[in-house]
T-cell receptor, first 112, second 115 residues
Framework: RKEVEQDPGPFNVPEGATVAFNCTYS??????FFWYRQDCRKEPKLLMS???SGNEDGRFTAQLNRASQYISLLIRDSKLSDSATYLC?????????????FGTGTRLTIIP | EAQVTQNPRYLITVTGKKLTVTCSQN?????MSWYRQDPGLGLRQIYY???????DKGDVPEGYKVSRKEKRNFPLILESPSPNQTSLYFC??????????????FGPGTRLTVT
């Protein structure tokens, strides 16, 4: 089983729609969770951290379910500029390596 | 401007010819890391460094070397590249404090092709 699993998509969604992605992780001891965004042929960039109580940043909402070991990302009122690959990222509990474990990404295309 | 730089951005080389990919950050970060990204496999960590002269293996270290002689630089060395090292490579850096999550900043990537 992969450490972090995502539906690769692609998701083709009309502009203005709401879209949601899920991601599951295998290590129950994982402590930190993130969504990164990666544009085509570019480097990953942090979109948002995911907190236990859930958190929102504008049109983006992230949720964490520790019991079921999954993370979700909801994008409301999607824009053309939201087209990208969204990477689910997990960091372990060990101090000494800040290694991020990445999912393979979910590709999203917003259609005009 | 705070950034991570990598050079070269694109490299085509032949099997067995030693090469170095440089990585530099201007944010005074302690932590630096190298990842490779391959289709269907996501980003995988090659090596990391918690500070100067402190380096350790990640998940896929075979065929790679690193060094950390200065805080800002973390070069990736392929002593004898092979075609299975054809990949997109990213360097990343972050602050590092126990129990605190700091954003990792990635360089623009180096696309390496080994023929």
């Amino acid at each position: 089983r992969k450490e972090v699993e995502q539906d690769p998509g692609p998701f083709n969604v009309p502009e203005g729609a709401t879209v949601a992605f899920n991601c599951t992780y295998s290590n129950s001891a994982s402590q930190s969770f993130f969504w990164y965004r990666q544009d085509c042929r570019k480097e990953p960039k942090l979109l948002m951290s995911v907190y236990s109580s859930g958190n929102e940043d504008g049109r983006f909402t992230a949720q964490l379910n520790r019991a079921s070991q999954y993370i979700s990302l909801l994008i409301r009122d999607s824009k053309l500029s939201d087209s990208a690959t969204y990477l689910c990222v997990v960091k372990g509990a060990n101090f000494g390596n800040e290694k991020l474990t990445f999912g393979t990404g979910t590709r999203l295309t917003i259609i005009p | 401007e705070a950034q991570v730089t990598q050079n070269p951005r694109y490299l085509i080389t032949v099997t067995g010819k030693k090469l170095t990919v440089t990585c530099s950050q201007n944010m005074n970060h302690e932590y630096m890391s190298w990842y490779r990204q391959d289709p269907g496999l996501g980003l995988r960590q090659i090596y990391y460094s918690m500070n100067v002269e402190v380096t350790d293996k990640g998940d896929v270290p075979e065929g790679y070397k690193v060094s950390r002689k200065e805080k800002r630089n973390f070069p990736l060395i392929l002593e004898s590249p092979s075609p299975n090292q054809t990949s997109l490579y990213f360097c990343a850096s972050s602050l590092s404090r126990q129990g605190v999550n700091y954003e990792q900043y990635f360089g623009p990537g180096t696309r390496l092709t080994v023929t």
